[in-house]
């Protein structure tokens, strides 16, 4: 059975490309980059050539940029950097965060901080809600940039403006975390990284390896884990130079083609949506298109339990999801997004993700849409 | 120039059969191991039997293996675990450690616990110093197994019973954490592994891909950092599933060969020091056979720079290192191990490592010995 993989969210495949700078670099550097012997410096050329050309396709200095080993250790870096302040902070955090962040919460309130939680009506933050949630002992401000299930855009330059508003009125200082995982290289960088402090990337959702990320912080942060002083003393271990050259490979990539690939995602997601919507059972979440990656589409078929309809479509070969990889295995978890956007519990039941990537084809998706719109006028029909 | 690499210790040549197992597993699997559709349960389930056989391999229950990005972080789950404890601890730590847990010392100070630096003569640690530095509010004790720099093989099984004794005796509770960074699939597991609570592993130290690793322990410990519920909740962030099954690999190879590798790298290294014994100027640091891994040989030429031989040595194509990658660039740091292990300052100042795999022929170990010998010889001579 051919098999159609609409879950790139959760992990994308590797490109070509990319698996050959890996192997390649695996090969031609043997030697560790913190290693004195030219080996070694060969690798720590190759890394520290790497970083600078990072930096310039983001436009960012390079001492800012720390290679990790993924998106979800990125942000863990500036959580437990919050986590170890010794005053008890205050935190502002959307309620439509990425487990790797939300899961904090529970940590922060153990150790005593305080934790505003952020609701997201239709899956987006407003700058009104941080704007009155900002407390003369906020520290730190947590909210992404592409949601992960609904693929919504938060508004970060109105919300930075309101962040940075309050610091100067009231003196303090409040650093903005945007976990970017599922925008860098995939949305226009102007909607994330000029408003954050620090941004958070992963490798493996841009046709990268698994187990390589970026943090990009403009504000000296406190490492949780001191070590052999790699990555500036921000983040020990031997740097996974493959990784890290294929990762670029990728970011160069998606960061050329980043128009045309847009265009087409685009047109892609709106042919989608244009042929579910002859289905008035079908009920698209994801806000149009100025507010939301062209690579996400959240919907629901409300009299159809999400496991129910995710496991007949994969029946088919289709592969969907119905929210987070990291969270599917547990429904309440795996709602949480769609609820914290407001939707009704109907349409929380019934939720779906669908993402994609560059290469989707009109025939990809025209195979995607007869799948989602036979097999629910089936079991619609079955239900009577 | 061909090159002759004997920096083993820091980082190993990737082989060619982990490259094919990575580049095998990533083609294969392109789903999130946590996804709940077929592309993700195949993921999942082949995550899960490399979980299996890696604990069959090292005789250990499944659940108690944690992947992670690579020995240090393996390392730092540990001390971090540690570091979280509300009420002061003390914590014997011995003084040749690798710099990913060595650096926890001033961590754990600067938060209220207190810390025994224990010396290492020869750059063994004794069980009489780990009983005497033993207290009723001893909580963690960080030895590891075969040192990094000198190859010295710690006696983890005395220094274990020595621990249980002074538990039953106070009626309290020690983890004895052991880096296994260099001894697992190097040296039999009989040094290390029944002894220890918990050991950390590094995959690219064994031919295997950079950023990966694991830990194992057997005692449960608080993870530093939550997330999306992966490896039990102990480690977030996608598995890095081409990684560990090229990891598992090597690890596997080694496992199967290694009375024999043992036994070749032990008649390689015993050939060397039999050549380097033909000129007095240079010392060889490391203890003899039963108490070292073959893999590892710390010499010194004490009247030549560490940093001016390494360099030499460098320009005629062989790689040798002064101590750990990590520390190589401070000199500080990198004499720590040898100045721990008792050796006076000439010693250390000329003190030098080389380390090789199983790979290694005689003819690898005469063009080292040829060009130790040379260029000691002539730069002595130089030197008048």
Redesign the interface.
Known sequence: ME?Y?F?WA?????STEA?QV??ET??QH???P???????RAAGAALSGIRSRFASLMGVPAQQLFFT?????A??LI??SFLMKKRPIHLVISGIE???IF??I??FKQLGHSVTILPAPGGRITPESVASALRPDTALVLIMSVNNVLGTIQPLEQISAVIRAYEQRHRCRIHLHADAVQAFGKIDRSHYLPHADSISV?A?KLQG????GLLYSRKPFLT???????ESGMR????????IAAFYQCSLRCHSNLEADLAHAQSMKDHLIMELASRPAIKVLTPPQEHASPYILGLSIPRIPS?VF??VL?DRGV????G???????RKKAQRIFLQSGFDQRLCDGALRISFGPSVTADDIAMLSRSVIEESDRLLKEMG
Do not use: F
């Open positions: 098999r993989y879950d959760a992990s994308s495949p590797i698996l890996y192997t695996a090969l043997i030697a560790n913190s290693s004195v012997h030219s080996p070694g080993s993924g998106g979800t250790e942000n863990a959580c437990n990425h487990p790797s899961a904090y529970q940590r992963s493996h390896p698994r187990g390589t949780p884990s001191p070590g052999g002083g790699q020990p271990g031997t740097e996974n130079l493959p990784a496991e995710m496991r994969d592969s969907i999801s119905t987070s990889a990291c969270s599917s295995k547990n």
